[in-house]
């Protein structure tokens, strides 16, 4: 190994081009890996592991056997097919026998890496291919160095790379900075956990999880610092949430007066279970004097209302105001009559608030006179314009769609409400406790009896009249019909998606002739969406074509057919959200998915959406296929570049760390201050 340069000193937050053998070109490259500090390259942990502890004899292989093997290039050559295609072929010695190793579609291969003499381990199956052959195997080109002690005879560990970079210089680079740094590595976790979950020390698991003597210790150092990372995440988003707490004074609400109880007497229904321990967990930290921020997780029709009108009475029991805020103004609208025909005849005043609405000036008015007990409005609630006269709840109806709320907008009013979300979007746990991992949680899984579960079907092209047939019989017996599109109009540029106002021409002068429709999208302004929304609501039109602007929350018990075009454009969740607009009533309701999806995930995707109807498994699924990464707030949150945890296999130790940062943060509020470990970096989304 090189000496260290006595001026510079080699430090752990200290550039990686300090260490020796890396100069500017090569810290360019590690820069395109977020490589820049020697920190940095320590915690660029192994994708996975090769165990190279047991190199085959080329003359003992045998047909099926998985292997690795080292030798020479004997002979390389590119075989072409007809077509583009080609393989390189090698041949590969190691002075026992010789084996060949063919790699399909990469010809070019052939003259350039695997040059005649040339050192190489391979890792693969043993197939028959006009003799032994291993097919597609792992391969690396190993150094002059006869034994290569990174590389061959161990657990080898194979990284993420760029191109120009190979795993032999990258082994080399990261055993030259456990060399000089590891040292330095503070320990972040307390003895008892790593004796708890017989964990080594830092500094030992550091190496164990770049060069380990098993694949298993490899795999359990790994876990270390996954829970490591875990617990800094939750540290930050927990104890965020800690020392706001800390700091601000919340509103003490009244859980047992005359609104909530009356509130109780008039529900039509039994609350189901999930409802009841919701209502439960809202009431007790409204009763708190700390501010409440409680996400309600329930799928469509799970009946969250209810939950928000329990708020709501509480509220408005000890003389608070509360604002709901909803994503869209057709929402708010909904929202507004709903809770004035439910909360007036307790004496409750609801107020609707939208941005440029004729007598928002009033509105406004009695809002600030306190003439106002529940006001409901989109994001225009927040604006400068609007005080308050004693704002103690904000509800948050699908917080998703509004991504990060501007909770400083209110805080900086001196306000600090109660802050309820309600969300019909499942998102998977783990996602749920990271993304939202301030907030507390709620969720409702059940839903009020008697609910039939939608029927959804496929419906290929030659089924497409029957389809029509079906609507206007639907329509005879008055029930409705979506047909939701992915575009507006031909002006998006893709032509092979059909845009409702096309689809609504066609269909309106074709098969649905003579029956009563109505076409919304976003385009309209919002007295236009508002007329259609309630003409449909009234039963005055049959069949409503939409784009996704009707996804969240309408709600028109008489609609039983949702009809999806191109329906393997949508992801998982949105097929769900949009299933949701029907199965509202006591009726059978379908949902029919038309076009064929173009891409093998596309079929995937409406296979697993026509055999599930519950939204958690839904959500689940949409992990498996896509990943966290394309969940909402997981890229903000910075957590879609975690260093060695991983959402979707790391479960288990999410919920450790979780329960250990809790822990923590009641012994000392402050906790993440002094948290010098992994997983610091990530920023909570929440409120
Ligand atoms: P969401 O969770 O989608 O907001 P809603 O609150 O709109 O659901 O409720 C959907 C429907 O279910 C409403 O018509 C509501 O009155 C009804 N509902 C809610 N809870 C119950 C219950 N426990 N029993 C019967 N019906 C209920
Ligand atoms: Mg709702």
Request: hydrophobic letters at 40%; glycine letters at 10%; charged letters at 25%.
């Amino acid at each position: 190994m090189d000496e260290p340069s006595t001026t510079t000193p080699i430090e752990l937050d200290g550039p990686v081009d300090v260490l020796p053998g890396i100069g500017p070109g090569r810290k360019a490259l590690l820069a395109q890996l977020g490589i820049e500090t020697i920190r940095d390259l320590l915690f660029h942990l192994p994708r996975t592991y090769q165990d190279r502890r047991h190199i085959a004899r080329i003359a003992d292989v045998t047909e099926g056997q998985a292997v690795t093997i080292q030798g020479v290039v004997a002979s390389s050559r590119n075989v072409r097919f007809r077509g583009r295609m080609s393989m390189a072929l090698v041949e590969v010695s190691d002075g026992t026998g010789s084996v060949k190793a063919s790699f399909f579609g990469r010809g070019f291969l052939a003259n350039t890496v695997f040059a005649k003499g040339a050192k190489i381990i391979l890792t693969g199956r043993v197939a028959q291919f006009k003799g032994l052959t291993l097919k597609d195997p792992d391969y690396e080109m190993l150094g002059e160095d006869e034994d290569d002690r990174l590389n061959t005879g161990c657990v080898a560990p194979v990284y993420r790379l760029t191109e120009k970079l190979t795993q032999r210089v990258l082994r080399r680079w990261v055993a030259t900075a456990l060399d000089y740094v590891a040292v330095q590595l503070p320990e972040p976790l307390q003895p008892e956990i790593l004796k708890r979950h017989d964990w080594l020390p830092v500094q030992e698991s550091i190496r164990e999880v770049h060069f380990p003597s098993t694949v298993e210790s490899g795999q359990a150092a790994r876990q270390r610092f996954a829970y490591e990372e875990l617990l800094g995440l939750q540290l930050s988003l927990l104890g965020e949430r800690a020392e706001r707490m800390h700091e601000e004074q919340g509103c003490r609400h009244l859980i047992n007066g005359p609104h909530l109880k009356a509130l109780g007497r008039a529900l039509p229904f039994e609350l189901t279970r999930g409802q009841e321990r919701a209502i439960a967990d809202v009431l007790a930290d409204m009763a708190q004097p700390r501010p409440m921020a409680r996400l309600v997780q329930g799928d469509v029709g799970c009946g969250k209302t209810v939950v928000a009108l329990h708020a709501i009475a509480a509220a408005a029991d000890g003389g608070f105001q509360t604002a709901l805020m909803a994503p869209t103004e057709i929402l708010a609208e909904q929202h507004g009559l709903q809770l004035r025909a439910l909360l007036e005849p307790f004496g409750l005043r609801v107020e609707t608030l939208m941005g440029a609405a004729r007598g928002a000036t009033a509105i406004r008015k009695r809002i600030a006179a306190g003439e106002a007990d529940v006001i409901v409005g989109t994001q225009a609630l927040y604006q400068e314009k609007t005080k308050f006269h004693r704002l103690g709840l904000v509800i948050i109806d699908e917080q998703h769609r509004f991504g990060v709320l501007q909770r400083g907008r209110l805080t900086e009013k001196g306000l600090f409400p109660d802050v309820l979300h309600m969300t019909a979007t499942p998102i998977p746990r783990t996602l749920a406790i990271t993304v939202y991992g301030g907030m507390d949680l709620s969720v409702i899984e059940e839903m009020p009896p008697g609910r039939l579960p939608v029927k959804t079907r496929q419906i290929p092209p030659a089924k497409i009249p029957g389809l029509y047939e079906y609507i206007r019989k639907e329509a005879a017996h008055g029930r409705q019909t979506y047909i939701v599109c992915p575009l507006v109009d031909e002006s998006e540029k893709r032509e092979d998606l059909t845009p409702v106002i096309r689809h609504f021409d066609d269909l309106n002068l074709g098969p649905l002739g003579g029956l009563r429709t109505g076409l919304l999208h976003g385009r309209l302004d919002t007295t236009e969406k508002d007329t259609i929304m309630a003409a449909f609501k009234r039963r005055e039109i049959d069949v409503l074509f939409s784009t996704t602007v009707i996804e969240v929350g309408i709600d028109v018990p008489s609609a039983t057919t949702m009809v999806i075009e191109d329906a393997g454009q949508f992801g998982l969740t949105q097929l769900h959200q949009l299933r949701g607009r029907v199965g509202r009533g006591a009726e059978q309701s379908h949902c029919f998915l038309c076009g064929t999806p173009k891409t093998a995930e596309g079929k995937q995707r409406l296979d697993i959406f026509c055999a599930c109807n519950n939204g958690f498994e839904i959500a689940e699924q949409d992990l498996k296929l896509r990943g966290p990464g394309e969940f909402h707030g997981v890229r903000q949150a910075g957590l879609s570049d975690l260093q060695a945890a991983d959402l979707l296999r790391d479960v288990r130790l999410l919920d450790l760390a979780r329960r250990d940062a809790q822990t923590m943060l009641e012994a000392n509020p402050h906790a993440r201050q002094a948290w010098q470990g992994l997983g610091a970096t990530v920023r909570p989304t929440n409120l």
